[in-house]
């Protein structure tokens, strides 16, 4: 089960949940919903859209409500009825998935997704794609000029100063009118910059349409995912975007510029995706660190390449900003650098235990049983499949 989206964020835990086997310690974590999704998964797959709908109903009834994973499954829950012709089911699915409001612009990959093809001339379903321009965001002061938009599908930062505006992300794209309509709630015009702090539609999905006329700055790794299709799901992806979404620099180093009177910093961090960059307000005091960091996370996941090293950059990046700096993640609500260091500290435990249990010879489920009162198992067992890989 591969989420994208906000689950891109999580995409490492979703995928470890589902294909290490840690025995006992995830036997405690069955959830009722979660044999009906396999089994609608296996019927789509299969092309059986009957069995499909009926699984994916049951799972979307039975998961908990506010459940991270719950508007992924509602969303297949309503392909799976528009692939049977049930239109007031899928748009009924969609609009819970909306009123919910864990992740609610999912649902605008239906307006690509070849399952709704039948029911995307009809009212009712245009009545719910056309919330997201509806919408309204909520901002919240950070420091200085410097405000934190919410509600766009990630968060955004915009700084407003002497008629100039930069942005740190954009959210999903159909919410740009929302967006715009914020941005000119705390005094600013057009977009004059924008930065992206990795490829994942919630994160960059107007930087195509805001490319047009702002400077962009992204990762090398996002340029070149935004020339390639933009995978949602199986068989529902986003064309690559044009021209306009491709970065005017690309951060591919520690770099910093001057922008409405305040220096402004940027550095490399990728981990979560190819193309993580994150971002300091020297002035304001804040900092956003994209998805490499989220609030509810128990550690921090420092990628596969050179973890070390990441987590080394990161301290060193945090190193130069200021104690009271606001901490800013891809989503949820914002921190403070202890919370940040606290996550560092704990995937920094997590690695030294399972590299110790490695060279002491013990096995993954041993090891996720010996650590499982400190670290998620299933964190121990990805940095114990990581670190038993030949030249680790």
Aim: net charge negative; aromatic share 8%; charged share 20%.
């Amino acid at each position: 089960m591969v989420y994208v989206t906000r689950f891109n964020a999580l995409i490492l835990w979703c995928a470890l949940v589902l294909s290490v086997v840690v025995t006992e310690v995830q036997a405690q974590d069955a959830e009722a919903w979660r044999a009906p999704f396999a089994a609608g998964e296996e019927a789509r797959r299969g092309g059986n859209a009957a069995a499909y709908a009926l699984e994916m109903a049951a799972a979307a009834e039975a998961i908990p409500l506010e459940h991270l994973n719950r508007p992924f499954v509602q969303y297949h829950a309503a392909r799976a009825a528009a692939l049977n012709g049930r239109e007031a089911d899928a748009v009924r699915w969609l609009r819970m998935a909306w009123d919910e409001d864990i992740e609610s612009l999912m649902i605008t990959f239906a307006a690509h997704d070849p399952a709704f093809e039948s029911i995307t001339g009809t009212a009712a379903f245009r009545s719910v794609m056309d919330l997201a321009a509806e919408m309204t965001l909520s901002i919240q002061p950070l420091g200085g000029d410097v405000h934190l938009i919410t509600g766009a599908g990630s968060n955004v930062v915009v700084k407003v100063n002497r008629d100039a505006v930069l942005l740190v992300d954009t959210g999903y794209g159909p919410a740009l009118p929302a967006l715009l309509r914020a941005i000119s709630d705390v005094g600013g015009g057009a977009v004059d910059a924008v930065i992206v702090t990795h490829p994942h539609e919630d994160h960059m999905g107007s930087a195509a349409e805001l490319g047009v006329d702002a400077q962009l700055y992204a990762h090398p790794g996002t340029a070149v995912a935004m020339a390639q299709p933009y995978v949602f799901m199986e068989g529902v992806s986003i064309p690559p975007k044009p021209a306009s979404a491709q970065p005017d620099i690309r951060v591919d180093s520690e770099m910093s510029i001057d922008f409405g009177g305040e220096r402004i910093r940027m550095l490399p961090t990728v981990a979560h995706s190819a193309g993580d960059v994150s971002v300091y307000f020297t002035d304001a005091r804040v900092a956003h660190l994209g998805d490499a960091f989220l609030v509810s996370n128990p550690m921090m996941y420092p990628g596969t390449v050179e973890p070390d090293a990441f987590l080394d950059r990161l301290d060193r990046f945090l190193d130069a900003m200021h104690p009271e700096t606001v901490v800013v993640g891809g989503h949820e609500e914002v921190a403070d650098l202890a919370a940040v260091r606290a996550q560092i500290a704990v995937t920094r435990d997590a690695m030294r235990f399972v590299r110790s249990a490695i060279s002491d010879g013990r096995t993954i489920e041993e090891t996720a049983r010996a650590g499982q009162d400190r670290f998620p198992p299933q964190w121990t067992a990805f940095f114990y499949q990581l670190f038993s890989q030949p030249g680790r």
